[in-house]
């Protein structure tokens, strides 16, 4: 047995925001919780659009969880939280997401070799859920992690990324 405590986290599901409105949430969360971390899924949406499936925990026991469409903007400012903390966090202009992010280009590798020189630690692992296995790499940072998650058809196929 480990000595980590498990944490009982309230998730909350947020559906319909503005990014702008998103964007908010989490200066607030860092503002008021020194606790506050990210938990990030990066994916593309079937229309090309990257965004980031998000968990953003606070005060100990609350997560919520939201698609955060992307820009190159506001992908700095997450990066920079991840790093800083409330400290690392950045002003945002422009909450439009950019749905030319992901055109020409592997996306999911770009993002992790780009997110790769920043991280403190890596981990592989592969999990089951609902009758599916997944092969993850996970980043960790600071202030939360990013979880890359890919799929696996055939479980004897499994590489290392």
Known sequence: MNNQ???PYQRLELKN???????SIIRVAA???????????PRIDQSGQAYYWTGLRYGGCTELDFKL???KE?????????????????DVGNFTSDPTMTHGINWLQSHMYRHLEYCQGL?????????????????????G??????EIKNVFSAQPQ
């Open 74 to 90: 506001i992908e700095a400012f997450i990066l920079c939280f991840l790093l800083k903390g409330k400290d690392g966090l950045v």
């Open 17 to 23: 925001m503005s990014t702008e409105k998103i964007i």
């Open 145 to 150: 992690s990013i979880i890359y998650s890919q």
């Open 5 to 7: 405590s498990f944490i």
């Open 69 to 71: 469409c992307l820009n």
């Open 31 to 41: 503002k008021n919780y020194d606790d506050t971390s990210l938990i990030l899924t």
């Open 123 to 143: 981990k592989d692992f592969i999990r089951t859920s609902n009758g599916r296995t997944f092969q993850n790499r996970k980043l960790t940072f600071p202030y």
